[in-house]
């Protein structure tokens, strides 16, 4: 098993930029598919972003394409969500996933993290 604990959320305004970070336990990160995804009030959660094992392969949300990026430093057991041109239907709280043997954008991740918010103002 792996535990993930977020960090970097908060509240900004839009058209600014905020870097989430997700921390993993264990020393087997670099067998995991890492994934981002977002849940707003009353709305399904959705696919964000995700990278391979090695972070060479990652894929995101036609939503997001070009603003956000993310990145993992196995070295460190780290995942990040880099957010930049933020808009207010960004507003969510948003959730690190991993798994060992996932396509990355399946909705299955095996293990989730606690989730944080992101708040986006006009």
């Known amino acids: 098993q792996v535990q993930l604990v977020e960090s970097g959320g908060g509240s900004v305004q839009a058209g600014g930029s905020l870097r989430l970070s997700c921390a993993a336990s264990?020393?087997?990160?670099?067998?995991?598919?890492m994934g981002w995804f977002r849940q707003a009030p009353g709305k399904e959660r959705e696919f964000v972003a995700a990278?391979?094992?090695?972070?060479?392969?990652?894929d995101y949300a036609d939503s997001v394409k070009g603003r956000f990026a993310i990145s993992r430093d196995n070295a460190k057991n780290m995942v990040y969500l880099q957010m930049i041109r933020l808009k207010p239907e960004d507003t969510a709280v948003y959730y690190c996933?991993?798994?060992?043997?996932?396509?990355?954008?399946?909705?299955?991740?095996?293990?989730w993290g606690q989730g944080i918010q992101v708040t986006v103002s006009s």
């Open positions: 264990g020393r087997t990160f670099s067998s995991y598919v």
């Open positions: 990278i391979s094992r090695t972070g060479v392969n990652t």
């Open positions: 996933a991993a798994d060992r043997d996932v396509l990355l954008t399946s909705p299955e991740y095996a293990y």
